[in-house]
């Protein structure tokens, strides 16, 4: 029995030639990309494009949404300084640099065409200046949210495109092991760490994408909700003006 049991043991025992044959392989990332299968290739490239282009996006976001954050607040104090709003809308309109200001700028349009020739205002004037800025505040915010759905399309995507090639590669790896009728490490090895190859670069890809879609998706509704606080607060004012005019 006790010989039988060794037997056996050595036999399920990697082998040195086995193991030294795996040691010579090159385990580099070049290396296991290029041994891998057209599929597993194709999946691998995939992912390294997904991540490099959520990078970007995610670098692009972030320098527009501080800019968009500080423009709002530059905005913000110039409004409430007590400078006529007549006067901050003829410097401006030309040349708008920011959400804030553009929203400022399609309700005082909206303000000044309600006005008639004879004098008085045009009936109905407070809900065509709260319908103008609420078109410029949902395209503003379509603006800002642009692209963000890649990065929540990579996050989520990306680790199962990833399980993809590693389920594709461990088949591959299993074919190999038929043919060759051997397990030993130098054969089952390569295939595996092709396979698992796939699924890091998935989970790379995936990652910094969800980290990022959840940060920059807050900023965003952040910045959309100063623009909503913003033109209900000049909306309030100027129905004041309304009230006083004796408009509608």
Not at 6 to 20: I, R
Not at 31 to 60: D, K
Request: without cysteine; charged residues 20%; neutral net charge.
């Amino acid at each position: 029995m006790d010989l039988t049991f060794l037997a056996a043991a050595q036999a399920a025992a990697p082998s040195v030639e086995g193991l030294a044959a795996a040691e010579q392989i090159d385990f580099s990332l070049m290396a296991l990309f290029l041994r891998a299968t057209w599929v597993v290739q194709v999946v691998m490239v995939l992912l390294v494009l997904a991540s490099f282009w959520s990078w970007a996006i995610m670098v692009e976001k972030i320098t527009v949404l501080r800019k968009a954050r500080r423009q709002t607040s530059a905005f913000e104090e110039t409004f409430w300084s007590g400078q006529p709003l007549d006067e901050l809308y003829d410097r401006i309109s030309g040349r708008t640099t920011g959400a804030i200001e553009r929203v400022f700028v399609a309700g005082m349009t909206e303000w000044r065409r309600s006005f008639r020739k004879e004098g008085g205002m045009i009936p109905g004037t407070g809900q065509r200046v709260d319908r103008a800025m609420n078109v410029a505040i949902a395209r503003e915010t379509d603006a800002i949210n642009r692209r963000l759905a890649f990065l929540a399309t990579v996050g989520s995507v990306s680790p199962f495109v990833g399980l993809f090639g590693t389920v594709w590669g461990i088949k591959h790896s299993f074919e190999a092991i038929a043919v060759q009728q051997n397990t030993n490490l130098a054969v089952v090895a390569p295939g595996i760490a092709e396979a698992l190859l796939a699924t890091a670069l998935g989970l790379l890809a995936a990652i910094p994408a969800v980290v990022a879609y959840n940060r920059l998706s807050a900023d965003a509704e952040a910045i959309g909700g100063a623009l909503e606080n913003f033109a209900d607060e000049f909306s309030t004012i100027l129905s004041r003006q309304i009230e006083r005019s004796g408009g509608h």
